[in-house]
């Protein structure tokens, strides 16, 4: 069994896996992720990861939700590197979950509606984005 892992990530986000009851999108002053250092295909992912509680790998691809597109193992593979998901494979079989980290870049993904798949939010509901606005 082969478990990807970045040491370079911060630890406080590393080998963090997520449970279905944290599932909630952003709070109210919880900070939005930077989510312009990733690419289409990382997002998407991410979405479909979060969407589907993990990535499975079958058939020499991932896959997430079952009517949803495959994900790529390069981008897989990259998205571990950045310490936003755990995967574990065995010979031909794989998982992936997302990391606490991940589960942010998701969220905020999904608050934003930056992916192709970004109407398919199942979980909780996004704080208003913040503005400039002065109320006295």
Do not use: Y
């Amino acid at each position: 069994m082969t478990t990807l892992q970045d040491n370079a990530v911060d630890p406080t986000f590393q080998n963090e896996l997520i449970s279905p009851a944290r599932l909630l999108l952003l709070a109210p002053s919880e900070p939005r992720a930077p989510i312009a250092i990733l690419s289409p295909a990382k997002r998407n992912a991410l979405v479909a990861c979060f969407n589907a509680g993990g990535l499975h790998k079958r058939d020499g691809a991932w896959h997430g939700p079952p009517d949803g597109k495959p994900v790529s193992g390069m981008t897989t593979a990259d998205l571990a590197r950045d310490g936003m998901l755990t995967v574990t494979t065995n010979h031909r079989f794989g998982s992936a979950q997302l990391t606490e980290r991940g589960n942010w870049f998701a969220r905020t993904l999904l608050c934003q509606g930056t992916t192709a798949n970004s109407e398919s939010v199942r979980f909780g509901s996004c704080s208003p984005a913040p503005t400039d606005e002065v109320i006295e």
